[in-house]
């Protein structure tokens, strides 16, 4: 157990850089999901039927498909169709496309959690469609889905493990990397260690956020107005 | 003749030698030399090819094959990017341009030929089984009704696919995650080249080798394919390295000497025929 | 790129027994995290002293650390205490960990649905705690939490790839697989999107119909 322990403290470079990657893809993907998913979350209220169809098609694709196949798919796929992806952007690419399809979700019930009066008194006083969203519907909407997105950014966390499945170095490859060295070079097994304190670090980080979403839930809802959206459940990852 | 200018004759010669050497191998692609460093694909968990040093850096003969090339490509072998590989993600790697050449232990067979292309073989390797001292298994075919550990993508999980289309195998993705499998019981038998078993059983005396060697094939450097300027200066690399015969000091330095023979063979003896 | 449709006729064979491991992993895992979330919930709703606690803390720990993670740590961390698990098993009960806590929160939500007034009239019946929970409470908190549960089960069937990663050969293991060894990846990528969207959205619409069924009475 101590030898265990000894190596996580012998090598907190390597782990500091598999965690400084861990999040350096988090928040890429953070970045690329709120765009597109408040792009796509906004289609999703449109009146045209075909584009709400449509987003929802989307939708439904990247949440149904397990991540790790969308993430092999892109990374093994990529090169036969002439775009060499490395691995970080790959991962990042097929988080971000998940990521935007939960986000899109959050947007859509954040749109439609505003009652439809706003909305008619906007049309009312001669207010065209993207001013509707721009003036009326997105600071109200925006304001309400911060704690879904704010647990979103913890499911996006934990889901960065799936880049170490691809190389990408991030927190639970370089583990991984502690543990391979010490098994063949000194037949000692610290998998126990190592992946506990994997664990209990981005239970740490997750946790965190978890909370924070919680308490801007409290506060939003204690302020009034529309009803917040309820962060996407872990378990329809 | 005083220090400095024995130093000068030095200096002149390897100027010279340095030059003539050059020479001898064509010039660099664009694309290769704008990098400006040798960005190689490398195993990490397969001793005495390419593995982790005590010092947590690489190390083994492969490491030192591409350290050469970076020499003789850049001047210096700190002009070098090491990427550990493993056997499942190689070839992803090398076609994601992540690394310009593969020097990891890479088995010449048809299905990899299809889609990265191979230079001149510098070795061969066979495979092997590992199992435990006291296990029953003391031949190939004593694995049938077993279960047998490798990892994805190696040239044995294409062997045992092709030869023993019933077997129940285990597939995992590093050479320290399969030696553990088999230390905890979860497979009876370890199949992977013969060179890191040999390496792994030198050091562990509760392990040891069956020792019928079969899928024996060659070793060649991959690389992508529709690249035969670089193609050119990576075979022209291997025979100066074949020339200069500077494998037999790598050897050396990366296996301990009563274990040595299979490895010196692997690189200077042709193929010898198996299952 | 071509597509070699007889190559992958070739594979049936593998690719379907990888099939029958995915839904035998994830049929396992089903059934025991809704034991696991009867139990949870059970002791929840009880407010026992200190399993509640650990209950919570249980509950908190999966939810906020990655499925891979645990798995990886069931899988190669175990058995250093002691508890070596086979591959099939390892990924049977690392699922079972992650989808209990999810049943645990359904089923808890569940309980608390089913209205004081029936609490109070098994109370009235001189039914212990325990007893109104299995008598009353349980069996209309299933009913109620169904739909989640079910949900959960339509995802965990989904994650259940991740076994994959620990080299159990299942839909996604078996895939992965052949692409190490073949290289046909257009091929084997393509059957895993459709086998796993196929999947899941039959799954889900089966959900869908049986939440409509039972709301049928409500609904007159």
């Known amino acids: 157990m101590t030898h265990g322990m000894a190596l996580i403290a012998e090598n907190w470079q390597l782990l500091l850089l598999g965690l400084r990657a861990t999040i350096n893809l988090a928040f890429v993907t953070l970045i690329a999901s709120t765009i597109l998913g408040v792009l796509l979350g906004t289609l999703a209220t449109v009146r045209a039927w075909q584009v709400r169809w449509l987003i929802a098609l989307y939708v439904e694709v990247f949440r149904d498909i397990p991540l790790i196949v969308t993430i092999f798919t892109i990374f093994f796929g990529a090169p036969y169709l002439g775009v060499p992806l490395e691995p970080f952007p790959a991962v990042a690419l097929g988080l971000s496309l998940w990521g935007a399809a939960n986000g899109a979700e959050i947007v859509r019930g954040g749109i439609q959690a505003i009652p439809d009066g706003q909305r008619e008194a906007a049309r009312a006083l001669g207010l065209h469609a993207w001013k509707i969203y721009l003036l009326v519907l997105w600071p109200q909407a925006l304001r309400n889905v911060l704690p879904a997105f704010t647990g979103l950014l913890a499911l996006i966390v934990q889901s960065t493990s799936l880049g170490s499945l691809v190389g990408v170095t991030e927190f639970l490859k370089a583990g991984g990397l502690i543990i391979e060295r010490s098994t063949v070079m000194q037949g000692i097994n610290p998998a126990f260690e190592v992946y506990g304190f994997v664990l209990l670090v981005y239970f740490t980080i997750c946790s965190v956020l978890t909370a924070f979403s919680r308490w801007l839930e409290l506060r939003l809802v204690a302020r009034g107005g529309a009803q917040t959206v309820r962060a996407p459940d872990t378990a329809r990852l | ?275 | 790129m071509e597509f070699e449709l007889d190559y992958l006729l070739r594979q049936w064979p593998a690719l379907r027994s990888g099939l029958m491991v995915t839904i035998e992993v994830s049929a396992l895992a089903i059934a025991l995290s809704i034991l696991v979330g009867l139990v949870g919930a059970g002791i929840r709703v009880m407010h026992v002293p200190v399993l509640s606690q650990i209950v919570v803390a249980y509950v908190e720990f999966i939810r906020n650390t990655p499925l891979l993670v645990q798995l990886f740590f069931v899988f190669f961390g175990l058995p250093a205490i002691g508890l070596t698990l086979s591959l099939f098993w390892s990924g049977v009960l690392a699922l079972t960990l992650w989808a209990g806590a999810f049943q645990t929160e359904n089923l808890r939500g569940g309980l608390a649905s089913v209205g004081p007034g029936l609490r109070e009239a098994g109370r009235a019946l001189g039914l212990n705690r325990l007893q109104y929970l299995w008598l009353i409470g349980l069996p209309l908190a299933v009913r109620i939490s169904l739909p989640s549960m079910l949900n959960t089960g339509v995802s965990l069937v989904k994650n259940s790839a991740y076994v994959s990663a620990i080299g159990l050969q299942d839909l996604t293991g078996v895939a992965f697989d052949r692409m190490a060894s073949d290289f046909r990846a257009f091929e084997m990528l393509t059957v895993l999107l459709v086998g796993y969207l196929t999947l899941v959205l039959t799954l889900s619409a089966s959900v869908r119909l049986l939440e409509h069924r039972l709301h049928a009475p409500f609904r007159r």
């Open chain 2, 1 to 275: 003749m005083s220090i400095f200018r024995r130093s000068l004759a030095a200096g002149a010669f390897l100027w010279f030698g340095i030059g003539a050497a050059e020479a001898q191998l064509p010039p660099l692609p664009a694309t290769i030399r704008d990098a400006g460093v040798l960005r190689a694909g490398v195993r990490c968990d397969q001793p005495p090819y390419g593995f982790r040093g005590a010092d947590g850096g690489f190390a083994g003969i492969e490491v030192e094959m591409a350290r050469q090339m970076a020499v003789w490509a850049f001047g210096s072998a700190d002009k070098i990017d090491l990427q550990c590989v493993t056997a499942e993600n190689r070839i992803p790697q090398l076609n994601a341009r992540r690394v310009d050449l593969l020097i990891a232990t890479l088995g010449v067979t048809p299905e990899r030929a299809r889609v990265i292309d191979f230079s001149a073989a510098y070795r061969w390797g066979g495979s092997d089984l590992l199992v435990r001292r006291d296990s029953p298994i003391r031949t190939l075919d004593d694995v049938r009704s077993r279960t047998v550990i490798m990892l994805r993508g190696t040239t044995q999980a294409l062997w045992f696919d092709a030869n023993m289309p019933g077997l129940n195998s285990l597939r995992l993705n590093t050479a320290s995650d399969a030696l553990q499998a088999l230390i905890q019981g979860r497979g009876e038998a370890y199949a992977h080249d013969a060179a890191t078993l040999i390496v792994i059983a030198a050091r562990d005396p509760s392990l040891r080798l069956v020792g019928e060697p079969f899928a024996v094939s060659d070793a060649a450097v991959g690389l992508r394919k529709n690249e035969p300027e670089w193609m050119a200066w990576v075979n022209a690399a291997l025979n100066r390295m074949k020339a200069e015969n500077l494998y037999n000091p790598w050897v050396e330095a990366a296996v301990p000497g009563d274990i040595r023979a299979p490895y010196s063979a692997a690189f200077n003896q042709p193929r010898p025929m198996a299952r």
